[in-house]
Structure formats: structure tokens, C-alpha cells
């Protein structure tokens, strides 16, 4: 069972805040923007032949992020399990946005999938099926960020080095990159096939 009601806890921020970094629980577009970057990097230099599947895809800032830094992709796909964010997504990127939950759906192949604060609000059992369904449902690799370290809290989902490092074995990922340090409690993660 879920720890909170994601629909509750996010239509909340969106109502409070609108169509914003905030409107998704992320304390700045600054904090949001240090995060794509993080994805970004982890990702291949030349990505205008690759397919993006953004797990989690909010009003899919991502997809805008890589168009402003000129970060062009062959695909993108974004999954959001709220039927809000979803049209709003759509209507922003003009791409295809699918409204799933990705922790049961059976997923569109892509070369990578990325998801940015998505894993925040889960159980780690939740987080564990979220994961395992997006790196086997990617080419190349699953690039995600979480909020790191053995924080306990009613609300959040803190998941430590030692956790990831155990399910990258798991899943058999080839290889595994760790980034943090750029922000207060959180990690980006990269499994790779």
C-alpha cells in the first residue's frame, strides 16, 4: 500500500502552485534544472538517434530542457500515472504521453528511460518494481534521480548507495554511475546495460 496518495499530494502542489517547478513538489526551477543536467550527462553525447521514455514526466520538463540546450532526441515519450499531468504534458511538449502506472504497465521499448523525483513518494517495494519495470524496458539504460541517504520520514522514500548497489546486481546492470553532492540529499543514479 502507498505511503501517501500520490493523485492527493500532487494535485495539491499543482492547485497551491500551478504549472511549475513548485506544482511538483521541487523547491526551485534552479534545484530542477541541476537535476536534468545530472540526467543529462549520464546520457549519450549524440542522442538525435536515440528514444527517451521519461518515467514520472510531470508537465514534461524534461523534454523541454534537453530542446533548450539543444539536446535533441529521436523520440520522446513521457509516462505520468495522473491524468493532469498528462494533458498538460501534451500540451506543452506536442509529444506522445502516456498515463500509466509504472510500477504495473507493460512499457514502451526506448533506448533509455529517465525519471527525475518520480521514485520520491514510494515504498521501497514500490520503488523496486518502479525500477526494475523501466532499466528492463530500456536498450541502453535507466538514469534516475532519488533522494539519498538512510533518512527516515512518513512522506519520503531515502534510498542509500548500498540499496541501489544491490538491485543494479539484481538486474544484472553491466555497469552502474553514481553522481552526488550537488544537492542536499540527493543522488543520481545510472544503470547501464
Not at 504497465?105 to 526506448?110: D, F, N, Q, S, W
Request: glycine share 6%.
Amino acid at each position: 500500500m502507498p505511503r501517501i496518495d500520490s493523485e492527493k499530494f500532487y494535485k495539491a502542489a499543482l492547485k497551491k502552485h500551478g504549472v511549475s517547478s513548485c506544482g511538483l513538489h521541487w523547491s526551485s526551477d534552479a534545484h530542477q534544472s541541476i537535476r536534468f543536467d545530472k540526467i543529462a550527462a549520464m546520457l549519450d553525447d549524440d542522442l538525435t538517434q536515440s528514444a527517451i521514455v521519461d518515467a514520472g514526466c510531470g508537465f514534461g520538463d524534461f523534454y523541454r530542457f534537453l530542446q533548450n540546450n539543444a539536446l535533441h532526441v529521436n523520440r520522446y515519450i513521457g509516462i505520468d500515472s495522473l491524468q493532469e499531468m498528462c494533458d498538460i504534458a501534451r500540451e506543452k511538449t506536442a509529444c506522445e504521453i502516456i498515463r500509466a502506472d509504472i510500477t504495473k504497465a507493460r512499457l514502451p521499448v526506448a533506448d533509455y528511460y529517465i525519471c527525475s523525483g518520480a521514485l520520491n513518494i514510494l515504498t521501497p517495494f514500490e520503488t523496486e518494481l518502479f525500477i526494475r519495470n523501466c532499466f528492463a524496458s530500456c536498450t541502453k539504460g535507466f538514469v534516475f534521480n532519488a533522494l539519498h541517504g538512510d533518512k527516515k520520514s512518513d512522506t519520503y522514500n531515502y534510498i542509500t548507495i548500498e540499496t541501489i548497489e544491490s538491485l543494479a546486481k539484481r538486474l544484472h546492470a553491466k555497469r552502474i554511475k553514481f553522481e552526488e553532492g550537488y544537492i542536499e540529499h540527493d543522488i543520481t543514479v545510472g544503470f547501464f546495460k
